[in-house]
């Protein structure tokens, strides 16, 4: 589990974000395959969490950790 997402594989890669060995409903989907994401992917991959286009981008650069994670969606109230 990275970041506090579960990869559950399937089609394609299915990406759970657990919070307290629970499924919170935060999901989003990545393909196996070799070719690059879009910017209308990435910005919508970035809704399907919940999070902003920049939001994301700090997640996969590694600028947003877990815990980070908790506490954006935790002033959502999405946990």
């Not at 935060?26 to 286009?53: C, F, P, Y």
Request: aromatic share 8%.
């Amino acid at each position: 589990m990275k970041k506090g997402f579960d990869a559950r594989m399937s089609k394609h890669i299915k990406l759970i974000f657990m919070y307290n060995g629970r499924d919170t409903g935060i999901r989003t989907w990545v393909s196996h395959g070799k070719a690059e994401i879009s910017d209308q992917l990435l910005s919508r991959m970035a809704e399907q969490i919940n999070l902003s286009r920049q939001q994301f981008l700090d997640l996969i650069d590694c600028r947003l950790d877990e815990s980070g994670l908790i506490a954006i969606y935790g002033e959502m109230h999405l946990l």
